[in-house]
């Protein structure tokens, strides 16, 4: 069931968000100092969570440091207060904080940053088989996105929606989505949006921003990509490979590669995508699918995680290896899920 604190304020019996949204907002506002922190390798919704709850949190007089393993994607770097977040793979001896509140992450350990263990942890999460390591735990799987989790909790505090904020919120959500296309959109979403564009948001220049970014070299690697696609099942499978020679002939590196793996999926006929990223000490893997077909399943199998229509995880080893092995659970995925017919648009 669908369980929206937002939705559901002024219900008579409050749900379980409700109370852990009104938890969380009386632990923030006793303390004052906090770190904020999200997965490594951060894409539009741990950037737009973290910052859309630094503001929130700068709006109520906090301390607040915002520290991440990774950097965020340079087409990122314009957004307000991006260029706060401090990047380490392990906290400094010393740093003391009243608070810290995890975003986006099902285990501390997917931050990709050591030392967080000891802290208060509020952990806000809409990963399913979130492992509930924080102080305060706040899980709702049916959040099209954190975000949106985030934006009940900026409400909560009585916080102005400003444009920062809302700004945030909108990029985590259309990201987050797949632009509007993944199958865990709910009114909840398009309330949220509505209330972010009411706030100031622009969406034509938040999508150009996001989404028509591309320098020529990403086009190019476009070209490669797609010349390189491999269809698998019936042209139902699309398989993407990379590598960092392939990235080195555009002039990319794997700050470039957001966005890419959607491009199958614009075929009618494809369900679902795999896209193999071949570096020395491993392989990503990323996937996508339309409407039923559940990928999480497979991610899942490999000790990875994510959503029905996004997840991903990574091998230590050889691409030959495992290949086949999460080609064939993906194949299993599709059978399971595909429809025979066509969606209704209406
Ligand atoms: P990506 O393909 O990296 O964009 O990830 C798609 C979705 O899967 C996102 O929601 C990620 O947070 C999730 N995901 C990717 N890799 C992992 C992993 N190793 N463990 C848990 N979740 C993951
Ligand atoms: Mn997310």
């Known amino acids: 069931m669908s369980e929206s604190a937002g939705v559901a304020a002024g219900a008579a019996v409050p749900t379980t968000s409700a109370r852990l949204v009104e938890q969380i907002r009386d632990e923030v506002l006793q303390r004052q100092r906090f770190l904020i922190t999200s997965h490594a390798r951060p894409d539009g919704d741990s950037i737009g969570s973290q910052l859309a709850m630094a503001f929130a949190l700068d709006a109520l007089g906090k301390d607040v440091r915002i520290i991440n393993a990774d950097p965020p994607p340079p087409h990122?770097?314009?957004?307000?207060?991006?260029?706060?977040?401090?990047?380490?793979?392990?906290?400094?001896?010393?740093?003391?904080?009243?608070?810290?509140?995890?975003?986006?992450?099902?285990?501390?350990?997917?931050?990709?940053?050591?030392?967080?263990?000891?802290?208060?942890?509020?952990?806000?999460?809409?990963?399913?088989?979130?492992?509930?390591?924080?102080?305060?735990?706040?899980?709702?799987?049916?959040?099209?996105?954190?975000?949106?989790m985030v934006f009940d909790v900026v409400r909560a505090l009585d916080v102005p929606m400003t444009r920062e904020i809302a700004s945030h919120i909108y990029l985590a959500i259309i990201t987050d989505t797949g632009s509007f296309h993944h199958s865990n959109i709910t009114p909840r979403t398009f309330d949220i949006c509505r209330q972010a564009v009411e706030a100031g948001v622009n969406p034509a220049a938040m999508a150009r921003r996001i989404f028509d970014s591309n320098s020529f070299g990403k086009l190019k690697l476009i070209g490669a990509l797609l010349d390189r696609m491999e269809l698998a099942d019936e042209g139902r499978l699309a398989v993407l490979y990379l590598d960092d020679a392939m990235l080195e002939a555009c002039g990319c590196t794997h700050n470039d590669t957001e966005g890419l793996i959607n491009l199958p999926l614009t075929a009618r006929e494809i369900q679902a995508v795999v896209f193999f990223k071949v570096a020395d000490d491993g392989v990503r893997v990323s996937m996508r699918s339309k409407y039923d077909v559940d990928v999480r399943i497979v991610a899942n199998a490999f000790g990875g995680g994510g959503h029905k229509n996004a997840a991903g995880f990574t091998v230590n080893g050889p691409l030959d290896e495992v290949r086949d092995a999460i080609l064939d659970q993906v194949k299993t995925a599709v059978a399971e899920g595909v429809q025979e017919r066509p969606t209704s648009v209406v």
């Not at 957004?79 to 990047?87: D, K, L, T």
């Not at 030392?115 to 799987?141: A, K, L, Q, S």
């Open 76 to 148: 990122y770097l314009e957004f307000p207060g991006v260029n706060r977040i401090e990047i380490a793979t392990e906290v400094a001896a010393g740093v003391e904080a009243d608070a810290l509140i995890v975003m986006e992450c099902g285990d501390l350990g997917r931050t990709g940053v050591k030392g967080f263990e000891p802290y208060f942890i509020i952990n806000i999460d809409h990963h399913v088989g979130n492992r509930m390591y924080g102080t305060v735990n706040w899980f709702d799987e049916s959040a099209a996105a954190c975000a949106e």
